[in-house]
């Protein structure tokens, strides 16, 4: 089954905790993306990826880091989180180096940060 | 600087009623829209997208939506609701012509009433 996998889905932790939210898609896209969802706010991209190895910074990249070291996988690191970092995050894929063809979305991961 | 507008934050329609959402955006060159479903604990799934000719756009589940440049509109429609549309919608516009951004409104949500 063609999908995007994310983990974990939800998660708490400490100010200042080094974690590693994991992507993967199975699909052999190009392109993949990490969005932040705020209430009222919409999706907010953080970083995205359009091939191994070509990464770039979105609207929001602050206490933000990614590599993309394999096609398949877009990991996102929050080196030091804060409270501010509380969010519902996506990641997500699609074909030929570009998000303007059909995105793959995630099921998302809530990150709560105390 | 481009920018989505969707000055509806919830909807409410009866079900088998038809249904329109809003989109407005701000954008200088020829756009390219989308409109995206987020169902309630789901990641986002396209259910149509705009970049050229018709601007009468055709998507899943029913949906269409209407370019119309003098109106910087893209509205999202369906004749007849179902109780499983409810959802929160997103529309988005393509932020640079590298097809690497999309910038994403704030979100419509729409309950459908028995």
């Known amino acids: 089954e063609a999908q995007v996998t994310q983990n974990p889905r939800y998660l708490i932790t400490v100010t200042g905790k080094k974690l590693t939210v994991t992507c993967s898609q199975n699909?052999?896209?190009?392109?993949m993306s990490w969005y932040r969802q705020d209430p009222g706010l919409g999706l907010r991209q953080i970083y995205y990826s359009m091939n191994v190895e070509v990464t770039d910074k979105g609207d929001v990249p602050e206490g933000y880091k990614v590599s993309r070291k394999e096609k398949r996988n877009f990991p996102l690191i929050l080196e030091s989180p804060s409270p501010n970092q509380t969010s519902l995050y996506f990641c997500a894929s699609s074909f030929g180096g570009t998000n303007y063809n059909e995105q793959f979305f995630g099921p998302g991961t809530r990150l709560t940060v105390l | 600087a481009q920018s989505v507008t969707q000055p509806d934050i919830h909807i409410t329609v009866s079900e088998g009623a038809s249904l329109e959402l809003r989109c407005n955006y701000s954008y200088g060159a020829t756009p390219y829209l989308f409109w995206y479903v987020q169902s309630p604990g789901q990641g986002l799934q396209l259910l149509l997208k705009y970049f050229s000719g018709d601007t009468l756009v055709q998507g899943i589940k029913g949906f269409e939506a209407e370019f119309k440049r003098s109106q910087s509109s893209f509205n999202l429609r369906k004749p007849s609701v179902h109780w499983s549309d409810a959802a929160e919608y997103f529309c988005a516009v393509g932020a640079n012509q590298a097809g690497t951004a999309l910038i994403f409104g704030k979100g419509t949500t729409l309950s459908v009433s028995s």
């Open positions: 699909m052999n896209h190009e392109y």
